[in-house]
């Protein structure tokens, strides 16, 4: 009996030692810098159990491969090797010069509504709705959405001027957040949100609801078994509710406006437009260089207009909160910026007699690199994803990465490695003034992504948090309350960088 349960245990402990070192040698087999992984976790230990959140765990890793002084390393989420390029000419490789071999996010993406978009696209079908949502993003579009845009922020101005006469801290990104739902709101659906006076408002809800099903109620166990491959159809994340209170908001507008041929700026008629004609033809001028490339092809259908608005509205409702949020954190630890920026703000619109166009916005340079460098200390995708869709031999080396294999560009990594940026953890608008902008290599600055898969929202984006900053700094400061600390602690469980606890400042009226 002795001699049978040895030998189980030798068995056991030979199959353990085999699946290890042909799961953990993986990357050094190939040539490949790795870490120290460990069985079961990999490299992610501190991040699954909830110590450190994953942009922070992959801000650790890149800083523990430039001490190596290589150029890509190797980690293991788990026990699935994923390959992390560090040298910018190697991310510019792996984003624009040979993006083809890397034109996917995401493996394995669920077929359903909520992942039936151009971010999670891939191949052909990428490459169509691209070409045919590339028009709604141009600087002709941006400025026909720019007038509902200034209605939301005129009852955000209201909200603040009331805060600010209570004396109370208060919860900034919360209050930005209702500002960007209802701005996505009107911008993409048409709708009235009203998030701005009733926060139960339920646009805002179901905004906060994608993030919470996507980040923090992912627990341990959840974690671990995704990572370890084991409940990816068992386990699915349920987004029925979400997807279905979107598919009947938007189908009411849609077929409302097409029944009564009505016509709004805003993004949904854009898209609606996709749909029945497959290009835009409307709100185009002669300035619009890239709808007169468009060429007219077959509509998209009704899913794919839902699963376009549907990213238009989570990407727009929560990262543009995020960095105001964080732009406002750093203003209140700086209030020499602040000061300069508010001064800036009234400077231009007092020469636009007061009015915040589109042109006034042009001209707010400064504001500009406050938000850029908000962007470089806390970008909202602190971590790149890509999909190595057919093997890659890597540029100067024998290396391949294998079909199928999993990418992290540690975008904070390199916003914050002081190679590249001097001082990275003070906060310094100047990097990107006019006169030093041109000295920053544009391959260790990617908030947005780069090549053709960069963020086609860039542009909206920008305007959305130039007009928030200026309604929120015009006649108001702010300080940080003692309940949030300085420098920030973050959420462990949410992939886009969240204080915990959330940003309290104080806000007074200075005029």
Known sequence: MLTLIFAAIVVTVTYLYVKYDKTYHYW??????????????????????????????ALNMYKKFKEM????????????PVWMPLDPELVKTVTTKDYDYFDGHFANIPKRLFFNNLFHMTGNDWK?????????????????????????ADSL???????????????????????????????????????????????????????????????????????????????????????????????????????????????????????????????????????????KGDGISFEDLVGEVLLFFSAGYETSSTTMSFALLELTQHQDIQDKLREEIREVLQRHNGKMSYDALQEM???????????????????LPRTCTKNYKIPNSD??????????????????????????????PDRFSPENKHK???????????????CLGLRFAMMESKVGLAVLLRNYRYTLHSSTPYPPKYVTNNFIPTVDGGIMVNVTNVN
């Open 28 to 57: 050094k087999k190939r040539g490949v810098a790795q870490l120290n992984p460990i069985p079961i976790y990999g490299d992610t230990k501190k991040c699954l159990e909830g110590k450190i959140s994953e942009p922070e765990d």
């Open 69 to 80: 002084g290589v150029s890509h390393g190797g980690v293991y989420v788990g026990n699935r």
């Open 128 to 152: 169509d709705m691209r070409r045919k949502m590339t028009p709604v993003f141009t600087t002709g579009k941006m400025k026909v959405m720019l007038d509902t845009l200034l209605e939301k």
């Open 157 to 295: 101005s209201k909200l603040i001027d009331k805060v600010a006469q209570t004396s109370k801290p208060v919860e900034i990104k919360g209050i930005i957040a209702r500002f960007t739902t209802d701005v996505i709101g009107s911008c993409g659906f048409g709708i009235e949100c009203n998030s701005i006076e009733d926060e139960t408002s339920e646009f805002f809800v179901k905004g906060q609801e994608i993030f919470r099903k996507t980040s923090t109620e992912i627990s341990f166990f959840k974690k671990l078994l995704l990572i370890l491959g084991l409940v990816q159809r068992a386990m699915p994340m349920d987004f029925s509710g979400i997807e279905n209170f979107f598919r009947k908001v938007i189908k009411a507008t849609v077929t409302y406006r097409e029944e009564n041929k009505v016509i709004r700026k805003d993004f949904i008629h854009l898209m609606i437009q996709l749909k029945n004609k497959g290009a835009i033809t409307e709100f185009t001028n002669e300035n619009d260089d890239i709808y007169k490339k468009t060429v």
């Open 365 to 383: 340079i400064y504001c500009e690199s406050v938000i850029k460098e908000t962007l470089r200390m806390y970008p909202p995708l602190a971590i």
């Open 399 to 428: 290396v391949v990465i294998e079909k199928g294999t999993s990418l992290k560009i540690p975008v904070w990594g390199i916003h914050n490695d002081p190679d590249y940026f001097p001082n990275p953890t003070e906060f310094n």
């Open 440 to 454: 920053i290599n544009p391959y260790t600055y990617i908030p947005f992504g780069d090549g053709p898969r960069q």
